[in-house]
């Protein structure tokens, strides 16, 4: 199994920085891609940005050019680096990863317990 744990969530002004930070621990053959989603009230989760085991990256047009994703593959650690916040990204950001368990399966999600943005305007 993989166990997810985030840090870095917090309050911040508008036009503020905050980096998240995600590492992976447990058993497992392989990490894959990790990434970040966020959900907001009563909406469905929505992908922030993604990195491949490659360090391909993929964001949301509402990130692009303000936030970047990045990984410690050594440490199974997955980081977002948020600049100029905005009230809307105000929400909850969850963690990921599709890790393969044993040799030859295919990859499954797994989650974070989520952490809190605040963007005070």
């Known amino acids: 199994q993989v166990q997810l744990v985030e840090s870095g969530g917090g309050l911040v002004q508008a036009g503020g920085s905050l980096r998240l930070s995600c590492a992976a621990s447990g058993s497992f053959f392989s990490i894959n891609s990790m990434g970040w989603y966020r959900q907001a009230p009563g909406k469905q989760r929505e992908l922030v940005a993604s990195?491949?085991?490659?360090?391909?990256?993929n964001y949301a047009d509402s990130v692009k050019g303000r936030f970047t994703i990045s990984r410690d593959s050594a440490k199974n650690t997955v980081y977002l680096q948020m600049n100029s916040l905005k009230p809307e990204d105000a929400v909850v950001y969850y963690c990921y990863t599709d890790a393969k368990i044993r040799v030859g399966e295919y990859p499954r999600r797994y989650w974070g317990q989520g952490t809190q943005v605040t963007v005070s305007s």
């Open positions: 990195i491949t085991s490659g360090s391909t990256t």
